[in-house]
């Protein structure tokens, strides 16, 4: 009977670990990607700043209660990271895509919002030494062509302030998802919602000033209005940013900010159907190739994680 390599139950794992955090990638896609239209429908009964700070910093207390419940680390540790995480998460990327949709459509908002794994592929190289090889090339050019379909530039001009301000929020995300990693890999036994707390937490801080020293009408408590706060609470805001860390965790920044570009798509096509915002052809073709994109980086990243070394074993 032939024995097996001593290194398979390890490659066996690796393989489960992979799938665990695709998988984990695909459940948060769902909600990122639907959210769009949560938050599109909550802005309508408040304004940005006021539905951004009941967003982040319930979702910090949601976050704070399961760790006193589950018992784990309650202590803020690596402050000077954490407090920039949390100007980037959650100032910065929530803030400013809620700022974004009350001044533009769902749909664009999302997609522009989502070149962050462009600027993640950029900062990643330099700052994690992850180098775009071989077929990942392949995925890149097909999101960015679908990217550029569905971002429509030669309509910019319509709703460019909601433009910039959707792409200053992805770049937010795309700087935060490498600081993130970086941290796991000065301080890999950190507690997964310890880091997702805190920075939470401490970045509601200044978006709930902004909202009490803007003026802006008083919020509508109706029944849409307490649901889209719940499902940007409870879904969006906690167990979406858990997911994303845990994949941040044992994938690539670019592979994992790759694949998560199918929330945008998602994005789209639920705005499509619940708004009544109609992707054009030039849309619908990009979303076809931003999928093409997603598969072809999540198969590279299971092969790459459970491919045997020959080497191994051999000793």
């Not at 319930?58 to 954490?82: D, Q, S, W, Y």
């Amino acid at each position: 009977m032939q024995k097996k390599p001593e290194n398979q139950p390890e490659n066996t794992s690796d393989k489960k670990l992979v799938i665990k955090a695709l998988s984990a990638l695909f459940i948060l896609t769902l909600i990122w990607g639907y959210n769009w239209v949560v938050m599109k429908l909550a802005v309508q009964y408040a304004s940005p700043f006021q539905f951004a700070a009941m967003r982040t910093f319930l979702g910090a207390v949601v976050l704070f209660v399961l760790i006193a419940l589950t018992k784990r680390p309650l202590a803020l540790k690596e402050f000077p990271t954490m407090l920039t995480l949390g100007i980037l998460q959650t100032c910065g990327f929530t803030g400013l895509l809620i700022w974004a949709l009350v001044e533009g459509g769902a749909g664009k908002t999302a997609v522009l919002t989502y070149t962050m794994p462009f600027w993640v592929m950029l900062f990643a190289w330099p700052m994690l030494g992850e180098k775009v090889q071989g077929w990942q090339w392949l995925a890149v050019v097909l999101a960015l062509f679908g990217m550029v379909l569905i971002f429509d530039p030669l309509h910019i001009k319509s709703d460019g302030f909601s433009m910039v301000l959707a792409l200053l929020s992805g770049i937010s995300w795309a700087i935060s998802a490498i600081i993130s990693k970086r941290l796991h890999q000065r301080a890999p036994h950190l507690d997964l919602l310890n880091l997702t707390a805190w920075p939470m937490l401490l970045g509601s801080i200044p978006i709930i000033a902004i909202a009490f020293i803007l003026p802006a009408p008083p919020i509508q408590w109706t029944g849409v209005f307490i649901s889209t706060v719940l499902f940007n609470v409870i879904l969006s805001g906690c167990l979406a940013w858990v997911l994303w860390l845990y994949a941040l965790q044992r994938l690539q920044a670019g592979v994992a900010s790759m694949a998560s570009m199918l929330a945008p798509v998602i994005g789209v096509v639920a705005a499509w159907i619940q708004l009544e915002e109609v992707p054009n052809s030039y849309e619908l073709i990009g979303m076809i190739f931003i999928a093409l994109a997603l598969v072809t980086i999540s198969i590279i990243s299971i092969r790459k994680h459970t491919e045997i070394d020959p080497a191994q074993g051999q000793e």
